[in-house]
């Protein structure tokens, strides 16, 4: 699995046995290689932009599909395995653009797309490859994201205990798992923005800094509440569940919009980032408690690089002071890992599994996802 954030690609090693609701995985080993700054620039060329070189994507295309296979060569090799011991690799790829057409400016339709060519890293690793899931997705009425739930409800649903799998990573998103573990009542949404404006703004002031570690600059600075008020204005966080968005949407773009209309003044760097914290804590903590109602007792299991922001964290937990957190790795599953791991569930349903019913949601299509590639 790749994000947003192009940090490298995540990979996790899984042994799973039966498949719906038999399923039973168990995490084996787990490492993210990193992305070198050469590989971060080539794929920015393309990344989330309407207007691109089309030889630069069908490049890439090819290109992420060879690497990726050579990351997952290598990490075998550290693990001291052979290839011939894999029986399948699942490859989310490197999502490019994402546009669901609610919220993407003169799109007629919802569409996504992933570059890492499941043929070249099956050729590369010699493995059965699976990959491109999101499509499925996208044709069957949904808008290709999040797919977490389908995992999520695999593996987590638990009966007599309400759950909240949050995951922020770009993206902040989460999957609603009542206590019923009534598939009809399951689902999951994006919330808006969780790492990407904060990795971007320290990314663009600060040079060889990709995020704020331990919140230094944000914590440095002061909420801005006329720009905060700007940045949660748009019409996408008055949206209905479910819904999703990327970077297409929250960039720098709409940062510098935000701080023109809000008529702040003058902010410094360290405002900017405090705020942008803020507005990631709130469209979280919102979407949640609109989630949850006026339910009692609820368990929020979290997830992804944002699991590791000490100030949005906290932020998340004062306004969210009824609810019980916990980490992910209580449920056997690192945090870091979770979203590799998912896919690798995901995989597993379309080798052996079936389609994965969710009650006639409409924006959950019960469907099995995934495109099968032979290494010869």
């Known amino acids: 699995m790749s994000g947003t954030s192009l940090d490298g690609l995540d990979v996790a090693l899984c042994k799973i046995s039966g498949s719906g609701k038999a399923t039973r995985l168990k995490l084996l080993k787990f490492i993210t290689i990193p992305y070198t700054k050469d590989v971060k620039e080539r794929i920015r060329e ?25 990351m997952v060569l290598k990490a075998l090799k550290r693990w001291r395995l052979s290839p011939k011991e894999i029986d399948i690799v699942a490859s989310h790829g490197q999502t490019v653009f994402h546009s669901p ?16 060519d499941g043929d070249h890293l099956a050729v590369t690793t010699g493995i059965i490859t699976v990959s491109d899931f999101r499509q499925k997705h996208v044709a069957s009425g949904g808008e290709g994201a999040p797919l977490a739930v389908y995992g999520d409800h695999l593996l987590f649903g638990k009966k007599g205990e309400s759950r909240i799998m949050l995951n ?32 971007q703004t320290i990314q663009r002031n600060y040079p060889n800094k990709y995020f704020d570690k331990n919140s230094e600059h944000a914590l440095r600075g002061k909420v801005n509440s006329l720009l905060l008020s700007e940045l949660k204005a748009h019409p996408f966080f ?23 209309n809000s008529n702040a003044g003058e902010v410094n760097v360290e405002d900017v980032l405090a705020t942008l914290t803020r507005f990631s804590a709130e469209t979280i903590s919102e979407a949640i408690i609109k989630a949850i109602g006026k339910a009692k007792v ?79």
Request: avoid cysteine; charged fraction near 15%; hydrophobic fraction near 45%.
């Open 101 to 116: 057409k609610a919220i993407t400016k003169n799109a007629t339709i919802n569409s996504t797309f992933q570059v890492g």
């Open 238 to 260: 008055k949206l209905p569940f479910p819904k999703t968005t990327g970077i297409e949407l929250f960039n720098l773009d709409y940062v510098n919009q935000a701080i023109e």
């Open 298 to 376: 609820f368990h929020i299991y979290v997830s992804g690089g944002g699991a590791h922001n000490l100030l949005l964290m906290s932020w998340i937990k004062e306004m969210l002071p009824h609810i019980k957190f916990h980490v992910m790795d209580e449920l056997g599953i690192s945090g870091d890992a979770k979203e590799a791991v998912l896919f690798a569930v995901l995989a597993n349903e379309t080798i052996s599994g079936g389609k994965l019913n969710f009650g006639g949601h409409s924006k959950i299509p019960s469907i099995t996802m995934g495109k099968i590639s032979f290494p010869g």
């Open 46 to 70: 393309i990344f989330a932009k309407i207007q691109i070189k089309f030889l630069a994507l069908s490049e890439l295309n090819a290109w992420i599909g060879v690497l990726h296979g050579k």
């Open 168 to 199: 922020i990573g770009g993206i902040g998103n989460f999957t609603f798992l009542p206590s019923s573990n009534n598939p009809s009542k399951v689902f999951v949404t994006d919330t808006g923005p969780g790492n990407t404006l904060i990795d």
